[in-house]
């Protein structure tokens, strides 16, 4: 995980910038990013200024970053259109440069991804081994405390994004039923 949302910076920009965010495998823990995806999300203005604007930017941000940098940019209109390839994974994973928060809080939303799991065919020893997984054995942390995750259920447990992956990977050496959905809380 590049934490590069997580850094103090001093970034020029103009009053045209609705925001600017770090998004894609970069901030997803258990990824091996070759990039850093940036998005630089403008209020109304024309696409020329846009292209302008994102340079100056990209130019700022690789003074800082130790990695190649891919820069997308939209007003926030053509964000928002449901033909944006990039927009889901800017609004569950994208963190903000500006504000260093959940991109999707700015529009008052707030990215979950539960899981949902079935342990019924196990044997008893796989289920307290998936216990101890989510909950942690002898003072350790499971992964619940460990990323902020909840057991909402018997069955469901509700994470933040961008640790999907480390859930995921851990979950599959145990079983094979599960399912993965991403919602949005307002």
């Not at 190649?68 to 994973?93: C, K, Q, V």
Request: with cysteine; charged share 30%.
């Amino acid at each position: 995980m590049f934490d590069l949302w997580q850094k103090k910076l001093r970034l020029n920009y103009s009053k045209d910038v609705f925001d600017i965010v770090q998004f894609g495998s970069s901030v997803i823990e258990g990824k091996e990013p070759r990039d850093i995806d940036i998005c630089v999300i403008f209020n109304k203005i024309a696409v020329k200024e846009q292209l302008i604007q994102s340079q100056k930017i990209k130019r700022q941000l690789e003074k800082i970053s130790k990695m190649p940098l891919h820069m997308t940019s939209f007003d926030l209109y053509g964000f928002l259109d449901p033909s944006n390839f990039a927009r889901e994974s800017i609004l569950f994973y994208g963190k903000s440069l500006i504000s260093k928060k959940i991109f999707a809080n700015r529009l008052g939303f707030t990215p979950k991804i539960q899981i949902s799991y079935d342990l019924s065919n196990l044997k008893k020893r796989d289920k307290v081994k998936f216990n101890y997984l989510l909950r942690g054995k002898s003072g350790n942390y499971g992964l619940l405390k460990k990323h902020g995750g909840k057991l909402l259920n018997p069955g469901l447990i509700e994470i933040e994004p961008g640790f999907d992956e480390l859930f995921i990977n851990h979950i599959k050496r145990i079983t094979s039923k599960f399912k993965i959905r991403k919602v949005m809380v307002m």
